[in-house]
Nanobody
Framework: QVQLVESGGGLVQPGGSLRLSCAAS???????MDWYRQAPGKQRELVGG???????NYADSVKGRFTISRDNAKNTMYLQMNSLKPEDTGVYFC???????WGQGTQVTVSS
């Protein structure tokens, strides 16, 4: 059974940083993955993704501030978030594209 577990969320001041992790279990290999987020009262939106080979893409709103990486040996994906803004607040989800698996999400709150 495939399971995705996010961690690393929390409360941070504007301009601060957080690193989210997404640990995958129940699979032999973690293929292409995405990060999504959902702000209160808004639709879930794509933050960015990473291919099997490590190629990344990002939403314009986070480009230059967020970095997605992966450790295939640990079946773990990361989201390094720098220069955080209040509008980055939301629940962050990891998503495995093949099979359409989702984690339970981790809350990120950017506030002074």
């Amino acid at each position: 059974q495939v399971q995705l577990v996010e961690s690393g969320g929390g409360l941070v001041q504007p301009g601060g940083s957080l690193r989210l992790s997404c640990a995958a279990s129940g699979i032999r290999f973690m293929s292409a993955m995405d990060w999504y987020r959902q702000a209160p009262g808004k639709q879930r939106e794509l933050v960015g993704g990473i291919t099997t080979g490590g190629t990344t893409n990002y939403a314009d709103s986070v480009k230059g501030r967020f970095t997605i990486s992966r450790d295939n040996a640990k079946n773990t994906m990361y989201l390094q978030m720098n220069s955080l803004k209040p509008e980055d607040t939301g629940v962050y989800f990891c998503h495995k594209i093949i099979g359409d698996y989702w984690g339970q999400g981790t809350q990120v709150t950017v506030s002074s």
